[in-house]
């Protein structure tokens, strides 16, 4: 056993080799030296485990031809593209929005370049980040004034920080919302230094419950969407346009969270369950927050529109600045809001909204188009079924998106296999598991990914 372990080769000497020369290069000496280490180490464990027995140690080409493995893959980017054939078109875990082309250039050039961050260029002074956008959503959304911050869940912490802190805010039992992520609206509330008080029930809140809560404490009457559950039967809750009416006659306001925040009018894509911003804001809603990543179809983003008295207050908080938004987002951001003015269509213009506008016909053919290859080029069992997609993230959270998907099977694998295999993939392809079956939803697939996924698919189960 000491013999093998003096034969193992010293750290120095391997280093010095030819072998370790082009790694260093590429790696830097101290990541080669921790990697030798580690598989030398690695070798005297076995060695002390076979207990004198013989045993093969790795030969000095297998141990660089391994480092090299490690080496690359420890430096390969994590946060890689992936094609989403989940069927849910707004899927936090894969990015949420893609982006419009436009929106893609903004962010390039800021990037790249110095820009007018925080400079009004017409008179030389300081300007605010919050004016590249301000004119926009107001002409959107007809709000007085707005401003935007790093996400809709910082903008409803800004909001009650700066307008409720040591108040109470009063929400409906109805609508104390879990969003995911650990975002509680009861916590949200207690952490802006708020002082929740429920009001209703479960299923059902009447206006005279928020009238007989309202006292000289209560800064706001807080609405939010119930963007991830459903409360159905015996309910009911007050419209806004009540409790706007009856939080302005008590000389308190109304905040509503939209959470998803749509633009403009889906009904005639069959798409109407989130309510309009612009609708909102005419309801006689005071505030409204609402997301830049999904049904926006822009960049992360949490945008606060309403009374300009409200804005001024939360502009000026501490808050505002520590969840500011970066100069990227806010690029994408302002072009993604400029696609929705006219002569723009936004429905052409912006993947979120050209995913959940697509017709089911256009579906099928690149369903089609994946099926066929699939089970000419590959030894996979490709079947084309009918599918169900989400806008997903909480937008229109009861509506059921027609869609179609191939259903992929090999009798030697089972679903959660076949599933890893594309994940791994070299583009990761993310799939859906449903009733035991690996499904590829195509909804959410660009065309130009369905050749990808042909290529994938070979390499995984050729022919
Ligand atoms: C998604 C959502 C949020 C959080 O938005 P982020 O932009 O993800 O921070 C807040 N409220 C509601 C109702 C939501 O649906």
Redesign the pocket.
């Known amino acids: 056993m000491q013999d093998q372990l003096r034969r193992l080769p010293k750290v120095q000497t391997l280093l010095e080799g030819d072998a370790a020369a082009g790694l260093i290069a590429r790696h830097g000496r101290e990541d080669v030296a921790n990697a030798i280490r580690a598989k030398l180490d690695i070798a005297r464990a076995k060695i002390m485990a076979a207990g004198g027995a013989s045993i093969s140690v790795i030969s000095e080409q297998s141990l660089f031809d391994e480092i090299a493995t490690d080496l690359n893959a420890a430096k390969a980017p994590t946060l890689k593209r992936a094609i989403n054939a989940t069927g849910v078109i707004i899927h936090?875990n894969l990015g949420r929005a893609r982006l419009a082309p436009e929106a893609i250039e903004a962010m390039q050039s800021v990037a790249a370049h110095y820009s007018s961050l925080e400079l009004a260029l017409d008179n030389g002074k300081r300007g605010t980040r919050h004016a590249h956008v301000e004119d926009l959503i107001c002409q959107l959304t007809g709000a007085e004034a707005a401003m935007v911050v790093n996400?809709?869940?910082?903008?409803?912490l800004t909001c009650l920080s700066a307008l409720a802190s040591g108040q109470q805010v009063i929400a409906s039992r109805g609508e104390l919302?879990e969003?995911g992520g650990s975002?509680r609206m009861p916590d949200v509330i207690t952490q802006s230094g708020a002082v929740l008080k429920e009001v209703g029930t479960t299923n059902k809140t009447h206006l005279r419950d928020y009238a007989e809560a309202i006292g000289d404490d209560t800064a706001l009457l807080l609405k939010?969407?119930?963007?991830?559950y459903a409360i159905v039967g015996f309910t009911s809750a007050p419209d806004r346009q009540e409790l706007a009416q009856l939080a302005h006659e008590t000389g308190t306001f109304l905040l509503e969270?939209?959470?998803?925040g749509v633009l403009i009018d889906l009904s005639k894509y069959g798409l109407r369950e989130d309510p309009v911003v612009r609708d909102v804001l005419a309801a006689g809603v005071d505030l409204v927050?609402f997301?830049?990543?999904?049904l926006l179809g822009g960049p992360?983003?949490?945008i606060i529109a309403g009374r300009r008295a409200l804005i001024d207050r939360i502009k000026k908080h501490p808050m505002a600045r520590a969840v500011r938004i970066d100069k990227l987002s806010l690029a994408a951001l302002r072009a993604t809001l400029a696609l929705y003015k006219s002569p723009h269509e936004p429905i052409a213009r912006i993947p979120v909204l050209q995913m959940l506008a697509e017709p089911i016909e256009h579906i099928r053919d690149r369903a089609n188009q994946l099926c066929t290859a699939i089970q000419k080029e590959t030894s996979l069992r490709a079947v084309q079924i009918a599918s169900t997609a989400r806008a997903g993230?909480?937008?229109l959270p009861q509506q059921d998106l027609p869609s179609a998907a191939i259903a992929l099977s090999r009798e030697d694998t089972s679903v959660d296999a076949l599933a890893e295999q594309f994940r791994k993939a070299e583009t990761p392809i993310i799939g859906r598991i449903t009733q035991d079956q690996f499904l590829l939803d195509m909804r959410a697939v660009a065309a130009e990914e369905v050749a990808m996924i042909i290529a994938a698919a070979r390499a995984i189960s050729p022919k």
């Open positions: 936090t996400n809709c869940a910082a903008a409803i919302v969003i975002f939010s969407h119930t963007s991830n969270d939209l959470g998803s927050t997301s830049g990543d999904k992360q983003a949490g993230a909480g937008s």
